[in-house]
C-alpha cells in the first residue's frame, strides 16, 4: 500500500520556521521525484517545491530563497525546512511522490496534508 504521512505543521508568527516532513512507503522512494504542494484558503493547489531522485531540486518564486527541500534516502522521507515564514504561505502543505503540472492535492501517491498557519 502506497503511504505519504506529513507532519510538522503548525501556527508560526510572521518570520518564523517550521519544518516539514514526510515519511513515505509502499513505492521505490529512491527512484522517486517527491514534491510540496499546497492549498491556501480559496486558493487551488500548487507546486511549491520539487527534488528528483538524483537530489535537483526548484521552488517556486514565492517560496525561492526562503524554503529548502532535502530527502533522507535511509529514512524513505523528503522534508521542508521553510524559513522567514509569511501570513500568505498559510495553507495545508502536501507531499506527493511523481510531478504533477496540475496537481488536485490528493490521490494514491499523496500524504493526507499538514496545516500551517502563519499569523502576522
Known amino acids: 500500500e502506497v503511504q505519504l504521512v506529513e507532519s510538522g505543521g503548525g501556527s508560526v508568527q510572521a518570520g518564523g520556521s517550521l519544518r516539514l516532513s514526510c515519511t513515505a512507503s509502499?513505492?521505490?522512494?529512491?527512484?522517486?521525484?517527491m514534491g510540496w504542494y499546497r492549498r491556501a484558503p480559496g486558493n487551488e493547489c500548487e507546486l511549491v517545491s520539487t527534488?528528483?531522485?538524483?537530489?535537483?531540486?526548484n521552488y517556486a518564486e514565492s517560496v525561492k530563497g526562503r524554503f529548502t527541500i532535502s530527502q533522507d534516502n535511509a529514512k524513505n522521507t523528503v522534508y521542508l525546512q521553510m524559513n522567514s515564514l509569511k501570513p500568505e504561505d498559510t495553507a495545508v502543505y502536501y507531499c506527493?511522490?511523481?510531478?504533477?503540472?496540475?496537481?488536485?492535492?490528493?490521490?494514491?501517491?499523496w500524504g493526507q496534508g499538514t496545516q500551517v498557519i502563519v499569523s502576522s
Open positions: 506527493a511522490a511523481g510531478y504533477y503540472s496540475h496537481p488536485r492535492c490528493g490521490g494514491n501517491f
Open positions: 509502499g513505492f521505490s522512494f529512491d527512484d522517486s521525484d
Open positions: 527534488i528528483t531522485s538524483d537530489g535537483i531540486t
